[in-house]
């Protein structure tokens, strides 16, 4: 059984930056895509990026490209998601899963992490 853990977040003002991670324990992710996913109050949670298990293949939301980049280490089982020029929109709870094959909408994932909080202020 795989657990996938997210830290990172965190309170920032607009325009500051953020990296998260997403641990995996138990299995190994290396030949799973992995997305990158948040959810606002009151809203559906949404994709915000996703990589293919090689790293070849990245996808990302209109609103964050430009922005976000994601990036992977297999050797540390690790996925991440590295947060520049933060809006005040881009406030979340941040969460990861794991996908066999690929896909960008959030049904096709599984093994949902706990989530991370990220906070910008304007």
């Known amino acids: 059984q795989v657990r996938l853990v997210e830290s990172g977040g965190g309170l920032v003002q607009a325009g500051d930056s953020l990296g998260l991670s997403c641990a995996a324990s138990?299995?190994?992710?290396?030949?799973?895509?992995v997305g990158w996913f948040r959810q606002a109050p009151g809203k559906e949670r949404q994709i915000v990026a996703a990589?293919?298990?090689?790293?070849?293949?990245?996808h990302y939301a209109d609103s964050v490209k430009g922005r976000f980049t994601i990036s992977r280490d297999n050797a540390k089982n690790t996925v991440y998601l590295q947060m520049n020029s933060l809006k005040p929109e881009d406030t979340a709870v941040y969460y990861c899963?794991?996908?066999?094959?690929?896909?960008?909408?959030?049904?096709?994932?599984?093994?949902w992490g706990q989530g991370t909080q990220v906070t910008v202020s304007s």
């Open positions: 990589i293919s298990w090689s790293g070849g293949n990245t």
């Open positions: 138990g299995r190994t992710i290396s030949r799973y895509a």
């Open positions: 899963a794991r996908r066999a094959g690929w896909s960008t909408e959030p049904g096709d994932f599984d093994s």
